[in-house]
């Protein structure tokens, strides 16, 4: 398992565990019930600080995709991919959905849109 | 989550300064880093934590024992200040051994492998060594009674960013273990930047603010503008602010919030230097 921490881009350093480790599972390169680090253990490694990973870790247990058990460490979630895909689809839709109110209200083109998503979905990946 | 260290409304007096109402605390298995300029008043702060200075009020207590440090706390607390005070003519593996004298726990071997790694001879005198290599002598002292807390006073500010690195390195091993806590103070912030949990300032005595690091870096901002902007802002989005030359620099506790407010305005991430220098030099608009 791998994780690369940027020091100097906008994107908190929490986010940027998440979206990695997110990535990780819905590519399959971390299956249902594999153990990930301890907070501890990937915060000295990362040398970020406790909280840190403790809050990505918080924010990946709220979104189904890691279990901690108290003494036994975290794991990948047993639900299943398909699942987590559906529910950050629905989450995905929600947000275009009120960028196309944004726009339909105030006059900015489907183009214009297409062009910006087109933009950021490629920017990170 | 229970306290390693707890500070309520300690006071102490000297004449021409003094410490008003500081509180705050050290939860256990964190790293939390005390800063502040020259005489802010955070070595009488560690002073009166390890019962070093009679305090004028308030109460402390560490590690589950209220206000005196007993014996027993007293071995399960590893201190370094900024001055050494082993005595010059031992060399260092004699001063393993003064200390195993001192300390019930103390751990010959993880004296030695600490000095392996510290790379400190354990032949020399501790007089002829370097001002960095005195510091790592001492952390290593510091360590190898096996300490659940770790009182550091500018400890890493004598040595070099290589050091400083490695010692962090020894500060995240040793909170592994989430009994174990560290309170230091630094001029270095980056340092503190990288490893603390929580940031506690003090300015004239006083606790600015005591809030986790990521808190600090991800919510607060810098807003720079020009006067007739200044004018517009909400006073209470201001924390503090300062008149330069050619712009305003403001102080904010929310960007994202400020971003969407003040749109004209530039927003750049504050990191704890340029917040420091802004509460220090600048005008406090709300104690935060």
């Known amino acids: ?125 | 989550m229970s306290s390693a260290i707890e500070v309520r409304n300690l006071q102490k007096s000297y004449t021409g300064f003094g410490l008003q109402n500081v509180s705050f605390c050290v939860p256990q298995g964190s790293i939390v880093g005390l800063i502040g300029e020259n005489g802010a008043g955070k070595t009488t702060t560690i002073k009166a934590i390890l019962n070093l200075i009679d305090i004028g009020g308030g109460e402390i207590s560490v590690l589950g024992s209220p206000n005196k440090i007993t014996k027993r706390t007293r071995e399960d607390i590893g201190v370094v200040f900024d001055d050494i005070c082993f005595h010059e003519n031992l060399s260092v593996s004699q001063l393993g051994k003064v200390m195993q004298g001192m300390y019930k726990r103390w751990d010959m071997a993880l004296f030695k492998q600490y000095c392996q790694r510290f790379s400190l001879d354990s032949k020399k005198r501790v007089g002829d060594l370097s001002k960095g290599m005195k510091m790592k002598l001492s952390i290593t002292v510091a360590l190898s009674h096996q300490p659940r807390l770790l009182i550091l006073d500018e400890a890493t500010s004598g040595l070099d960013p290589v050091m400083r690195d490695e010692i962090l390195d020894v500060f995240l091993d040793f909170i592994q273990d989430e009994q174990n806590s560290v309170l230091l103070s630094s001029h270095i912030t980056s340092d503190l930047e990288k490893v603390a949990d929580y940031i506690v300032f003090i300015h004239q005595g006083k606790v600015i603010f005591s809030l986790t690091k990521d808190t600090l870096l991800y919510q607060y901002g810098i807003l720079r503008c020009r006067t007739d902007e200044f004018k517009q802002i909400d006073k209470d989005d201001i924390l503090a602010y300062q008149k330069k030359d050619f712009e305003w620099e403001v102080l904010v506790a929310d960007k994202e919030k400020a971003a969407q407010k003040y749109k004209k305005c530039v927003i750049d991430h504050a990191t704890i230097d340029e917040i420091m220098l802004l509460y220090i030099k600048g005008v406090q608009q709300c104690e935060g």
């Open chain 1, 1 to 125: 398992m791998e994780i690369v921490i940027s020091s100097n881009t906008s994107k908190p350093i929490y986010e940027q565990i998440t979206s990695q480790i997110k990535a990780l599972i819905m590519s399959g390169e971390l299956q249902t019930g594999d153990p990930i680090p301890s907070m501890r253990a990937m915060a000295k490694s990362l040398h970020v600080s406790v909280i840190t990973v403790q809050k990505a870790y918080e924010d990946l247990q709220r979104d189904g995709f890691i279990e901690t058990t108290v003494g036994r460490g975290s794991f990948v979630s047993a639900s299943n991919r398909d699942f987590i895909q559906e529910e950050q689809q629905r989450k995905a839709e929600s947000h275009l959905q009120e960028a196309a109110e944004i726009g339909r209200t105030s006059g900015i083109s489907l183009d214009k849109l297409i062009e910006l998503l087109t933009l950021f979905y490629t920017e990170e990946a």
